[in-house]
T-cell receptor, first 112, second 112 residues
Framework: DGGITQSPKYLFRKEGQNVTLSCEQN?????MYWYRQDPGQGLRLIYYSQIVNDFQKGDIAEGYSVSREKKESFPLTVTSAQKNPTAFYLC???????????FGDGTRLSIL | AQSVSQHNHHVILSEAASLELGCNYSYGGTVNLFWYVQYPGQHLQLLLKYFSGDPLVKGIKGFEAEFIKSKFSFNLRKPSVQWSDTAEYFC??????????FGTGTRLQVFP
């Protein structure tokens, strides 16, 4: 079945460490996205990519980095510069940027 | 600036009650509008979408939404809710050339 796979489901890291969240899709979608979901704040866009080897900052990109070396993969690195990294992270993809998005199951990151 | 607003943060209903969740958008030009649902413990999934044409859009599970251009609204409705409709609902909007913007979400609780 086609879909989006985020791993791991739960991630714990010590303060000051960088951590990378995985997102893979086999839907052949060009566009991919990373959101952060916090209670009462909805989905906030971190980064998105419309095509391989290209990505743009979203609304809350500070303290995060991404790469898009392959169409299927859009990993997100939460760096030590991110002041409040504990959150639920959602990855999504769509055929084009204006099309409906398909979401993964999310990764819950906790900083100890 | 482009924006999507959901004014109902938390809605509590009894089964069989009617539902209307508000969504207002601020966009110049053509807009595409979506409603997504996130059931407890599940990933976000598309309920319905509006691109053009008939302003009354029917989605899955008996939901519908009406695009009212003069009011900049795209409210979600269901005539009779069920306990299984308990979830968080997100409105989203975007243009033909730009990424989606999500509202902050509405948490719906339906009691038997």
């Amino acid at each position: 079945d086609g879909g989006i796979t985020q791993s791991p489901k739960y991630l714990f890291r010590k303060e000051g460490q960088n951590v990378t969240l995985s997102c893979e899709q086999n839907l052949n979608h060009d566009a991919m996205y990373w959101y952060r979901q916090d209670p009462g704040q909805g989905l906030r866009l971190i980064y998105y990519s419309q095509i391989v080897n290209d990505f743009q900052k979203g609304d809350i990109a500070e303290g995060y980095s991404v790469s898009r070396e392959k169409k299927e993969s859009f990993p997100l690195t939460v760096t030590s510069a991110q002041k409040n990294p504990t959150a639920f992270y959602l990855c999504a993809s769509s055929p084009r940027v204006d099309q409906p998005q398909h979401f993964g199951d999310g990764t819950r990151l906790s900083i100890l | 600036a482009q924006s999507v607003s959901q004014h109902n943060h938390h809605v509590i209903l009894s089964e069989a009650a009617s539902l209307e969740l508000g969504c207002n958008y601020s966009y110049g030009g053509t807009v595409n509008l979506f409603w997504y649902v996130q059931y407890p413990g599940q990933h976000l999934q598309l309920l319905l979408k509006y691109f053009s044409g008939d302003p009354l859009v029917k989605g899955i599970k008996g939901f519908e939404a009406e695009f009212i251009k003069s009011k900049f609204s795209f409210n979600l409705r269901k005539p009779s809710v069920q306990w299984s409709d308990t979830a968080e609902y997100f409105c989203a909007g975007g243009s033909n050339t730009d990424k989606l913007i999500f509202g902050t979400g509405t948490r719906l609780q339906v009691f038997p």
